[in-house]
């Protein structure tokens, strides 16, 4: 199994900027590739970011360009930079492993909250 521990998070005025750290633990072998989720809200989660073994980044259209998504292999820990926050950014983030191609493993969820 894997787990995963989320931190950064909190509050931060629009168009300000935050970084969410998420550290692999276990089995990370199994591990094809990390991906940050959020939920806002009275909303489904949704997939924002992904990056692949190879390094291969992919972004949800609300945040390209603003969110970077990154990782340190030595550390185990994916990172995601999030810059130009808007309030529609306000949500619970949460970390995932994608195992056999299926978000196996989640983080605990850690809440970003943007002020207008």
């Known amino acids: 199994q894997v787990q995963l521990v989320e931190s950064g998070g909190g509050l931060v005025q629009a168009g300000g900027s935050m970084r969410l750290s998420c550290a692999a633990s276990?089995?990370?072998?199994?591990?094809?590739?990390m991906g940050w989720h959020r939920q806002a809200p009275g909303k489904q989660r949704e997939l924002i970011a992904v990056?692949?073994?190879?390094?291969?980044?992919n972004y949800r259209d609300s945040v390209k360009g603003r969110f970077t998504i990154s990782r340190d292999n030595a550390k185990n820990t994916v990172y995601l930079q999030m810059n130009s926050l808007k309030p529609e950014d306000t949500a619970v983030y949460y970390c995932?492993?994608?195992?056999?191609?299926?978000?196996?493993?989640w983080g605990q969820g850690t809440q970003v909250t943007v002020s207008s």
């Open positions: 995932a492993a994608l195992i056999w191609a299926q978000w196996d493993s």
């Open positions: 990056i692949t073994n190879g390094g291969s980044t």
């Open positions: 276990g089995e990370i072998v199994t591990i094809n590739g």
